[in-house]
């Protein structure tokens, strides 16, 4: 009978893992570090007003091109975790109601641990040794599902050709603004931008499906403009993107009544020619994650259904 597993991320490539060896019936144990789950399909909360007010500032929306993922989308939207989203294209889903409810779904029977970050591996004499908050803890094998430049950080030291594998991908960041504005703006849902705009991307997040049709706008910086602005502070960085979103929408400025920045330091890699998922059947590690395949919800379903398959074998 093989040993159990630590699986570090539980993100949508860790999960998808985690449900196909908990479905074979493998034993493991999955730890991450967020305070719940998200990931980069993560939803914020604000107090507005008195409301709570809910912003998806990562992963804006999905596509399913693959039939094994498409077999999943459908299982979502007869859970009533992810519906269409007609005014940003065809074939495009989000989660309701809010962008992190598929990963909650896949989370909810796995009994991930939550806060609980992984800090070094090493190999041990059996297996493998993880240190988990500065706790050490033993397993037979460890998946890693986490970005790429924190894969690569884990990995030096443990598995030369992995390590090398993660170091010849880098990810390129985002600054995301969240706002709530007290009046409509006069534009469509979805403004996205064209080359060379500092905002690639802006929506109106509350007219989503399953949302409330509140005036929360979500508008990315382009890779460019956020690596120029990358240690600036959160508030100033706010303030840029509303500038350029309202002069790019060509609507009304009206000052928002909330207003944050977040930086995703690692929003998404580019990546290189390899395979999909990396399986080291004797040392016993594997790797998984979007930066195997492509910088999307998808590939990272996909990265991590194909490791626990490649487990399984
Ligand atoms: C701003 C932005 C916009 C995007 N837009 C789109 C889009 O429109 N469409 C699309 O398809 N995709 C989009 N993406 C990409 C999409 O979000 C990702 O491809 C996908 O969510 C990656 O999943 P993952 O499981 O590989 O990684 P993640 O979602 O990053 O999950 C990794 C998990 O590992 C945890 N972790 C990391 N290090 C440790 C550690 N040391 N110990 C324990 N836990 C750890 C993290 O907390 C996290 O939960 C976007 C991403 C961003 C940031």
């Given at each position: 009978m093989p040993g159990p597993i630590a699986i570090v991320g539980a993100g949508m490539a860790g999960l998808a893992c985690a449900t196909k060896l908990s479905r074979a019936g493998r034993q493991f144990t999955q730890f991450d570090k967020g305070r719940g789950p998200?990931?980069?399909m993560a939803t914020r909360?604000?107090?507005i007003g008195g409301e709570t007010g809910r912003f998806d500032h990562g992963a804006q929306y999905f596509t399913a091109r693959d039939s094994g993922f498409q077999e999943q989308v459908v299982r979502w939207e007869s859970e009533g975790v992810v519906a269409r989203w007609p005014a940003a294209g065809e074939d495009v889903w989000v989660g309701t109601p809010a962008m992190n409810a598929p990963i909650k779904a896949l989370a909810e029977p796995l009994e991930v641990h939550w806060t609980a970050r992984v800090t070094g591996i090493a190999k041990g004499e059996q297996g493998w040794r993880l240190n988990v908050d500065d706790k050490i803890q033993e397993f037979d094998s460890v998946v890693l599902a986490i970005p790429v430049e924190q894969a690569a950080e884990l990995l030096?030291?443990?598995?030369?050709?992995?390590a090398d594998r993660a170091r010849?991908?880098?990810?390129?960041?985002?600054?995301?603004?969240?706002a709530h504005f007290p009046q409509r703006l006069e534009c469509g849902d979805v403004l996205p931008g064209g080359e060379g705009d500092?905002?690639?991307w802006a929506a109106r997040n509350g007219?989503?499906?399953g949302r409330d049709g509140s005036e929360n706008w979500v508008v990315h910086g382009s890779p460019e403009w956020s690596a120029a602005h990358l240690e600036e502070e959160a508030e100033s960085v706010a303030g840029q993107l509303l500038d350029a979103f309202l002069h790019q929408a060509e609507v009304m400025p009206q000052a928002p009544l909330h207003m944050a920045a977040h930086r995703w330091r690692f929003a998404m890699a580019e990546p290189v020619d390899g395979p999909d998922a990396l399986w080291d059947a004797e040392a016993k590690i594997g790797v998984?994650?979007?930066?195997?395949?492509?910088?999307?919800?998808?590939?990272?379903?996909?990265s991590g259904t194909r490791l626990a398959r490649a487990i399984l074998r």
């Open positions: 998200g990931g980069r909360r604000a107090e030096a030291n443990v598995h030369a050709g992995f010849r991908t880098q990810s390129r960041p985002c600054w995301a603004l969240m500092t905002v690639p007219a989503k499906p998984a994650g979007d930066w195997l395949i492509a910088p999307r919800v998808e590939a990272a379903w996909l």
